[in-house]
């Protein structure tokens, strides 16, 4: 599995992402091209090699023209994404970034989050941040993220809502669950667009899992302290077993829905891209026959899960917890049966040794086409594997 690894020593900021990124190979002309078609005014995005201490990574520099006091809500904000199609599950990441974001805010302010209006997140270079960040990890074919613990400063920061502390309200809200520490710089060293990305993303802090490291890459922050190299540092590589990948379960009980209704909630959550559905017969209040429903999903779209059970069901809330899963490494895999070629999976890591697991499709075509026992096909497609491995 592709995974990106987030080392954020000196602090993490939605310009220093986008640097780390472009440093690890990924294409800042092809970003530059896909995100002008924003049409944000005077855009433009530019990368140079820069050194911060020691140490060298690139800066990304953002350019917009921005109007003054402008402020923009959650549906402004996905608005101008919406101008341009976005590869599978990007634009999905996206709104869930500016959600989270959104709810912080409404939770700090006491407020709908859909009446929040962003200030210092709400800008253009703010949109680029984010959505160049999601895009490049898409380009990049990374599948699953985590970060380290997180440096953040201390002290104040004089914002549009006057002087606050540091980490400002925002970024300490979307931090609940991570690990901080600070060693007393007076700075505003973690963003909220930084941290909202590692809430969607990562979801919490964790140790560097085992990792065949393939590439590093530094992302250069506007700072350059002298006692510390203002960079975010990423690694990037193929982790055989996901010990640390974080997740998320959302569920919700239902006592009142139309049985017939279970499949085509379910199609529905795979489309949004869940991992897993299960469905389980509870008992409720006053001896209800019910269904607990159970979903399991990527920490980026667990927003979009949620938004999708409560409009294709009759629950009227959700469950939302965090939790780890341990995945066997796996790849796909073909062989010729008697009755043609069957598709499936190799599984193997982590003290299993190496299976196959024919796809269920293939053989049910098959039976359907020949009217073979569904066993033998089974049987069948596990002998080719063998004999060809």
Known sequence: MKTLYFDVFAGISGDMCLGALIDL??????????????????????????????????????????EHHVHRTLSDMLAIVDRISWPAGV???????????????????????????????????????????????????????????????????????????????????????????????????????????????????????????????????????????????????????????AVSVVEANIDDMNPEFFEPLMEKLFEAGALDVSFAPITMKKNRPAVLLSVITSMALREKIAQTLLQHSTSIGVRMHACERRTLQRKSCEVQTPWGAVRGKICWGHGVQERFTPEYEDCHRIQLETQTPLARIYEEALRAYWRQS
């Open 25 to 66: 190979g990924c294409s800042g002309d092809e970003l530059r091209e896909t995100l002008s078609g924003m049409n944000i005014p005077g855009f433009d995005l530019t990368w140079e090699r820069v050194m911060r201490g020691p140490l060298s990574g690139i800066k990304a520099h953002v350019r917009v023209e921005e």
């Open 91 to 245: 634009r999905e990441r996206i709104e869930s970034v500016f959600t989270v974001l959104a709810k912080a805010e409404g939770r700090i302010h006491n407020k709908p989050y859909d009446q929040i209006h962003f200030h210092e997140v709400g800008s253009y270079d703010a949109v680029i941040d984010i959505a160049g960040t999601l895009l490049a990890l898409h380009l990049l074919g990374v599948e699953n993220c985590a970060c380290s613990k997180i440096h953040v400063g201390e002290g104040f920061a004089q914002t549009r809502h006057g002087k606050l502390p540091l980490p400002v309200p925002a970024t300490a809200d979307l931090l609940q669950g991570f690990d901080l520490y600070s060693t007393g710089r007076a700075m505003e060293m973690a963003t909220p667009t930084g941290a909202a990305l590692l809430k969607v993303l990562a979801g919490q802090s964790s140790s560097l899992a085992a990792m065949t490291l393939e590439k590093i890459g530094y992302g250069a922050g506007t700072r350059d302290p002298k006692d510390l190299p203002g960079l975010l540092r990423v690694f990037l590589g193929e982790t055989g077993v996901s010990v640390n990948e």
